[in-house]
């Protein structure tokens, strides 16, 4: 099956419910803290390996796990989607 990488990079204060939901719902993802935007605010960076027709689920997801944000210049996530050319995992 055709495997995604997907790069979601949120607000620190967004992370665990998104992270809840998507470990919930059997998503494999990992967590980096990372910085950046304006001021340099804490972020966090979930990175999840997922078949290619799981893409719509966890975006989804993360988009309903986010807070609606009352600032119009506030991006509530960032989600970025790449081909993976080679998705092992090693148990």
Known sequence: MDKKMIFAVLEDT???SV???????GYPLTLIDSTGGFLSRGNSTLIAGVDSSDVDGVIELISQECTPSINPF??????????????EQIS
């Not at 992270?19 to 719902?25: F, W, Y």
């Not at 506030?74 to 998705?87: G, K, P």
């Open 14 to 16: 967004e992370s665990q």
């Open 19 to 25: 992270i809840r939901a998507l470990h919930d719902a």
């Open 74 to 87: 506030n991006t509530r996530a960032t989600i970025m989607v790449f081909d993976l050319e080679y998705f």
